[in-house]
């Protein structure tokens, strides 16, 4: 997968209402692309079939 | 006693002179006012000092001790909490500028709960900005390690390990998102307690990522992480994800056997190449101890663990983001650079991206758990490399350092914020650094949910046989 250029990320900031300025657009473009490129290599076995359920484990004991 | 020795006693100590009436809560304030006023200009680990609060209530404490009616174990302990927690007309920052002037009406739960429980309350510790593990800048003073004043006390409860390391409050409660509890144990030679997600109220606590944030202690003991948790723990209204189950007799637990208790080496944390030899030495040897106490120790495997740092940095960013929008926008000067860096990057993550992460988190939760489906414990080291120099310098300047500090060591600790499990992080020995021959190191260990009173067994029997939590740093 392509890295994403500053240009685009700008584009991202301001879908998200922000105005994304040097030298902070440079260090979010490679936060975003590390990112990308580190979950891009992960692939595990049953990523396909895992849902991502809530965040309360099953062995919590809520409301008991 | 000498008031200048009691700074230096457990808080289960003190507490029990306290109620034997030996020592008055207002002398052992007294105590740690001077200590913090004589010693912490060369830490910074208070943002706020509550002399008079703190005083006012010694007093009150030292009636009701001689009234007969103690509380709790840590009634008239001088206890100090991280910025992070709401307290009511007490300056409450987040260890920021934006909040320099955030005075909050109410306390928050896990506060409320160490006043109900007779701690006095001696202020407010210094930390990495909103509880973020990159900030450079510290508004309030740069938080220092005792062991090595140069040197990073551990984010993001620096000042939490720091004034409990150096003696100046009897324990402390810090918050861990990745790791804020256990690396500031780590580095400053303490005990360290993420308790299981959802046994501490989260209310009135400023959020980092909400499903990862909570509170707990820091202390130079497990005993005394015991009291903490105790007065801390337990089901709150105001926080819908607190567990309802009655709360355990924390410092009851510590008593029980680790005969027979089966430990399992995390292989992918041990053995990672990230590791330095010399800290996997200390930790391998600090397993061995406990094998000598009858534990068995055998092998487990969380596969997914070197990648955790990656996965855990989405969901922290992309959970903290929202809460600091409206800030980002109209005062964003008064961000440190790296924490503005990171909150923008969670503004703009795309939405695949984090509803991979949401599915890789579900898989290394189940890792987690079939390793602790084969064992009671689960042992790695906390940390790759002992406290490092403090970074005085702000900024990315490459993809490449983008990658590496969602990489490596910052794996080691967040598989169990992900996973929602109790970890805690001990004091196992000294490693070196250059310019620094004495740098504490840490043994993780971390267990099924709500085993957190298993976890403070293991590590107080691991207390009572080594000699590492009686060292003294040289501040």
Known sequence: MADLTKDEVRSLGKAAGLDLQEPHLTEVTYNINALRELLDDLNPPGLDEVEPLPIIHPYHQIGQ | MNSAAIPFLTAAALGRLIQRQDISPVEAVEAYLERIYRVDRKLNSYITVCRDHALAAARQAEQEIAAGEIRSPLHGVPVAVKDQFNTAGILTTGGSKVLATNVPTHDATVISNLKNAGAILMGKLNMSEFATGNSVYHHWGTPRNPWDRTRNPGTSSSGSGAATAAFLCATSLGEDTGGSIRNPANNCGLVGLRPTWGLVSRYGMLGASWSNDIGGPISRTAEDCALTLQAIAGPDPNDLYTTQTPTPDYQAELNG??????????????YADFVQPQVRDTVSKAIGTLESLGASVDEVSIPLLPYTAAINRIHIEVEAAPSHWEWLATQPQNYDHNVRTDFLTGCVVPGQLYYKALKLRELIRAQVFEALDKVDVLALPNTSEPAPLINNKPGIFSQEEARARMSGRRSLTGSFNLASVPALAVHCGFVSAEGSPKLPTALQLAGRPFSDGMLLRVAHHFQEATPWHIQRPPI
Not at chain 2, 257 to 270: N, P
Request: proline content about 0%; cysteine-free; glycine content about 22%.
């Open chain 2, 257 to 270: 056997d680790i005969k027979g208790l089966r430990i399992g080496v995390v292989k992918e944390g041990l």
